[in-house]
């Protein structure tokens, strides 16, 4: 199954973006969707996750301002970012596993840019 990332864009701080991710394949076996999110100098960072059963995590960073969601029929899971902020930008990526705590599958990445 391959990831295909989409949606990122230049937005001006307070402003919202969807992202995207579509799945070659179905993403029913995958137990757990997560985005990721690396800004530039700046390690990896994770920001949030979807569990197959649809409960969901965030880095504290996020929280009250993305949400997660997936759609099994679309194959799809997105990021719903809202107030962002200079901070949020990064290059974000999405991922998925099938079992254990290892992403074992990545998309290309979508650039989010934050201008202040």
């Known amino acids: 199954v391959q990831l295909q990332a989409s949606g990122g864009g230049l937005v001006q701080a307070g402003g919202s973006l969807r992202l995207s991710c579509a799945a070659s394949?179905?993403?029913?076996?995958?137990?757990?969707l997560a985005w990721f999110r690396q800004a530039p100098g700046k390690q990896h960072e994770w920001v949030a996750t979807i569990t197959q059963g649809g409960g969901t995590e965030y880095a504290d960073s996020v929280k009250g301002r993305f949400t997660i969601s997936r759609d099994n029929a679309e194959n799809a899971v997105y990021l719903q970012m809202i107030s962002l902020k200079f901070e949020d930008t990064a290059v974000y990526y999405c991922?998925?596993?099938?079992?254990?705590?290892?992403?074992?599958?990545w998309g290309q990445g979508t650039q989010v840019t934050v201008s202040s």
């Open positions: 991922a998925a596993r099938r079992g254990g705590v290892r992403y074992d599958y």
């Open positions: 394949g179905s993403i029913f076996s995958f137990n757990a």
